[in-house]
């Protein structure tokens, strides 16, 4: 005969240690709605932490409370106007910083450039000058030899064929 056990239950899971529990109350408010504030619970905190950034970033004002036994007392508060003020002010500023470096950059590289560019034209107008010198040495090394040498240089003669 086969020992028949009866069904029985999986363990639910869930912490079922006493104390207290971690809980948090993040409540939202915004100028444009006073009467229909934002009101979330979590025990996570990263979701906590995730609302509170959401919220911040929405302009709300939000009080982030903690779970002390039967009462709620404020953990943190935040003036979301202000960060979202301050976050725009900095924003603006670096934006100014930015634009700033990018045109005396600009200036940097155009005055490089204008540098090499005169560079460039000095040592062009110098190579043509030793040219010229140079081709007036060749024609007065020529003019200095005698009339029968010139013509045995030529390579070519006309009529040669």
Do not use: C
Request: overall charge positive; hydrophobic content about 35%; glycine content about 4%.
């Amino acid at each position: 005969m086969k020992y028949h056990r009866p069904h029985r239950r999986k363990a639910t899971p869930g912490d079922r240690t006493r104390g207290p529990s971690r809980t948090w109350r993040i409540t939202a408010s915004w100028d444009t709605r006073p009467d229909r504030p934002a009101v979330r619970t979590t025990t996570d905190k990263r979701a906590r932490d995730r609302m509170i950034s959401e919220f911040v970033e929405q302009a709300g004002y939000v009080i982030v409370e903690e779970a002390r036994g039967y009462e709620w007392r404020t953990w943190r508060e935040f003036d979301g106007p202000a960060l979202v003020a301050e976050a725009v002010a900095e924003a603006e500023a670096a934006a100014a910083e930015r634009h700033r470096r990018d045109q005396a950059e600009a200036a940097q590289r155009a005055y490089r450039h204008a540098a090499d560019y005169a560079k460039q034209a000095a040592r062009n107008e110098y190579a043509a000058q030793l040219d010229q010198a140079d081709a007036r040495d060749r024609l007065a090394r020529l003019m200095a030899q005698p009339p029968g040498t010139r013509d045995q240089r030529a390579r070519h003669t006309a009529g040669g064929r």
